[in-house]
């Protein structure tokens, strides 16, 4: 059964996407209210709205696919995500290469609705659907002694154009803590508002961590790898000095190069005001105990 956490309503519990429209193209109507104005105010209400199917699949990072945000959109249809499996190895008892559909008929599909936050200071809220991260690492069995785990995204440069060029090491690399990884809002996703998860978000299986900076949600996984050393990741090997493994929501630490204490929600129109950014991205009251006594300024 889908666990209930304070951030994670379901599609219930918030204006239904249709009913959101309708809601949209009606106050669009009224004279003098643009559209723009009306959604600006989204998401600073009460409940989380998730932003539109549009929105969420044609404004994209996936280096793989080039480096502009409708680039994926534009060029992951030719990603083969068919047949897919995920070699999962290292400190498991039960390695192996995992096929999709079989990963798929063992995990409990639930919907989540997450604030997403970018690094680069945009956001989005996102209805997943997919499994906790926990039951596919339980399905391998992760062994004692067992700190960390790797994430490797595919790497086939025929389909992901993005890879003939040098805009990161390639493949994408990503880590996690072992009690991050295990953590209840760590989830694999595997679709959007209900439907298959497009190419351009990470088809057929990518990870999603609420409360770190976009870039740690690694998408298309073909290699989980759980170890006792800290994995490198590919952000950190581009720009050390940037980004960190942590990586960790967090308005006090400003990234070098920009502020990190506001946000510009995607879909709030030309004149939407920008939201503050919340600690741990609104997930602090589940996620902080698992920082307690780090230095979040020098742990970033
Ligand atoms: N995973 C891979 N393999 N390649 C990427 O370029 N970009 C990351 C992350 N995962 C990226 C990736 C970044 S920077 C962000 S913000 C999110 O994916 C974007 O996810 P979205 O396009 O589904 O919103």
Not at 217 to 223: A, D, E, G, M, N
């Amino acid at each position: 059964m889908a666990h209930r956490w304070k951030n994670d309503l379901t599609r219930d519990d918030v204006t239904p996407y249709d009913a959101f429209l309708n809601r949209r193209q009606l106050m669009g109507g009224f004279a003098g209210l643009g559209l723009a104005a009306m959604a600006g105010t989204k998401a600073q209400a009460a409940d989380l709205e998730p932003n539109t199917w549009e929105e969420i699949t044609t404004y994209n990072n996936f280096y793989e696919f080039g480096t502009g945000k409708d680039d994926p959109a534009k060029n992951a249809h030719r990603l083969t995500t068919s047949p897919w499996s995920v070699t999962i190895d290292g400190m498991v008892d039960r390695p192996g290469d995992y096929k999709f559909e079989e990963i798929m008929a063992a995990m409990t599909i639930e919907e989540r609705i997450y604030r997403f936050r970018c690094v680069e200071a945009w956001s989005m809220v996102v209805p997943w659907n997919g499994f906790e991260l926990k039951d596919l690492l339980d399905l391998a069995g992760v062994q004692d002694g067992a700190k960390y785990v790797s994430f490797e995204t595919l790497y086939r440069p025929d389909e992901m154009v993005g890879q003939k060029y040098g805009s990161l090491d390639w493949p994408y690399v990503e880590g996690l803590r072992l009690d991050e990884a295990l953590h209840p809002l760590t989830m694999m996703a595997t679709g959007i508002y209900g439907k298959t998860l497009p190419n351009q978000n990470g088809a057929p299986m990518r990870l999603v961590v609420p409360w770190k900076y976009g870039f740690k949600s690694i998408k298309s996984i073909v290699k989980i790898s759980v170890t006792d050393k800290e994995p490198p990741t590919s952000w950190n090997k581009a720009n050390g000095r940037e980004y960190g493994f942590y990586s960790n929501v967090n308005p006090e630490v400003d990234h070098p190069r920009w502020s990190q204490a506001t946000e510009r929600q995607i879909g709030g129109g030309l004149f939407a005001k920008r939201i503050p950014t919340l600690m741990f991205n609104g997930y602090e009251e589940e996620v902080a105990g698992l920082y307690e006594g780090m230095d979040l300024q020098r742990f970033f």
